[in-house]
């Protein structure tokens, strides 16, 4: 029988608190698991493991694998996500500063090169989303890079679109590369390099010209 206290709202925000933190274990636990394994090898009782619940518990929070990987996916790439939408579309300097970050996060770029290679297939159930993300992603970095383009600031042959699908395609290769070579890649330092050579003026003042 539940007492009255049970039901005080003090009770509900600890018993809230405790389901919001137990969730988020599970999405530590699986992000390793799923850079690794991949979708198809990776086991929910393997990651209810890791982390130290029931499978039973894991399943409350995430009824299907399908479910619990796109959880996996949105948390990693929420940071990029709440740029899409800026005035003047995301600053390429945000996936630079996104690269940097991740050299400490190698269970991070394990899993976007496993789940993305994967999702390629219609059939993955991620496929929509890095779909959609790719799609935003240069949406959004084109409508910044089209500011350059309109002040003739880019290299001879690039559009806003092509410069943008350079940039993130060398940000993917880069950190392919860095899984295999963590010591002598530099995945930050050689996009800077990449974009300095598409865009004639320090990203610094691009970002002036995008805010005018």
């Given amino acids: 029988m539940t007492s009255r206290a049970d039901s005080t709202p003090v009770a509900r925000t600890g018993h809230y608190a405790k389901g919001l933190a137990k969730r988020e274990a599970i999405l530590d636990a699986a992000l390793p ?9 990776a086991s929910l009782r393997e990651i ?46 945000e996936l630079v500063d996104l690269a940097e970050d991740n050299v400490g996060m ?27 993300l790719y799609e935003k992603i240069v949406a959004s970095t084109s409508r910044y890079l ?20 350079v940039v993130l395609a060398v940000q993917d290769g880069l950190q392919l590369q860095w899984l295999y ?10 996009m800077r390099l990449v974009i300095a050579s598409v865009v004639s003026v320090p990203l610094e003042r691009l970002d002036e010209l995008v805010v005018q």
């Avoid at 698991?33 to 090898?41: I, L, P, Q, R």
């Avoid at 890791?50 to 009824?63: A, D, I, N, T």
């Avoid at 190698?106 to 959609?132: C, K, M, R």
């Fill in 181 to 190: 070579a963590p010591d002598s890649v530099h995945v930050a330092e050689l």
């Fill in 106 to 132: 190698p269970g991070v770029i394990q899993l976007f090169n496993t789940a993305s290679a994967e999702a390629t297939s219609p059939e993955h159930p991620a496929h929509d989303y890095y779909a959609d």
């Fill in 33 to 41: 698991v799923f850079g690794s394994a991949g979708f198809h090898g």
């Fill in 146 to 165: 089209a500011v350059a383009a309109s002040h003739g600031l880019l290299a001879p042959g690039y559009t806003a679109e092509t410069a943008a699908r």
């Fill in 48 to 93: 209810a493991r890791q982390c130290g619940v029931s499978h039973q518990s894991l399943m409350h929070y995430f009824p299907t694998k399908d479910e619990l990987l796109l959880a996996v996916l949105r948390r990693r790439d929420e940071r990029l996500r709440r740029h899409f939408d800026d005035d003047g579309g995301m600053r390429v300097a």
